[in-house]
């Protein structure tokens, strides 16, 4: 089984409200729309976040999206990203999705999962060379997820592990666009139409 987990517990500190529940050109809140893509590849999914009451949590809920509330997470991604791991340990690997990144491609998450099938113990997908979100993990690399903590997410495990990184080169333009402040929001449509 291939998890996907959705890390959806950030403060949004420069954005100044909740932005994952910011609408998209589209209707969509922006976790809505990341948890769709996420979803379009892996066994199961599931969000972690701050507060189940917020609006992007319930946003999430109604869009049929398992919650679970990180009560850690103001120490940062890590230790989100950790408590996602560990409330899917019988996963055979996983795709760690970021909310604030909607416009990631489902063929990309089905990429991502057929390497882990295939026996990549990690895969980062690349968009004309550039590294990208969402990042894969095999099984092997569970207890490592899991030890994570603060701001310190994923990275440091594909540089302890740079010999074993698959890269995938995808057609996606998407893992390269997350949303940080208001303005994002429009950009971002404007970027996809551009590549």
């Known amino acids: 089984m291939i998890c996907g987990i959705l890390l959806a517990a950030g403060a949004a500190e420069r954005f100044g409200a909740d932005k994952l529940a910011t609408p998209l050109a589209d209707g969509r809140a922006v976790a809505v729309a990341a948890a769709a893509a996420l979803d379009q590849g892996v066994d199961r999914l599931l969000a972690v976040v701050r507060d189940a009451g917020s609006a992007?949590?319930?946003?999430?809920?109604?869009?049929?999206?398992?919650?679970?509330?990180?009560?850690?997470?103001?120490?940062?991604?890590?230790?989100?990203?950790?408590?996602?791991?560990?409330?899917?340990?019988?996963?055979?690997?996983?795709?760690?999705?970021?909310?604030?990144?909607?416009?990631?491609?489902?063929?990309?998450?089905?990429?991502?999962?057929?390497?882990?099938?295939?026996?990549s113990a990690i895969v980062v997908p690349h968009f004309h060379g550039r590294p990208g979100n969402p990042v894969a993990f095999g099984r092997a690399l569970g207890g490592e997820l899991a030890r994570l903590d603060a701001d310190h997410g994923g990275r440091a495990i594909i540089r302890a592990h740079a010999g074993a990184v698959d890269r995938l080169a995808v057609a996606d333009s998407g893992i390269l666009m997350d949303i940080d402040r208001p303005g994002d929001v429009v950009k971002i449509d404007k970027k996809v139409k551009l590549y």
Do not use: F, K, N, Y
Not at 78 to 84: D, M, V
């Open 56 to 119: 992007s949590a319930c946003l999430l809920r109604a869009a049929g999206v398992e919650l679970s509330v990180c009560p850690h997470a103001a120490r940062g991604m890590g230790a989100s990203l950790a408590w996602g791991v560990t409330r899917t340990a019988q996963a055979s690997g996983w795709v760690i999705g970021l909310a604030d990144m909607p416009r990631v491609q489902g063929q990309t998450v089905r990429a991502l999962v057929e390497r882990l099938r295939a026996g």
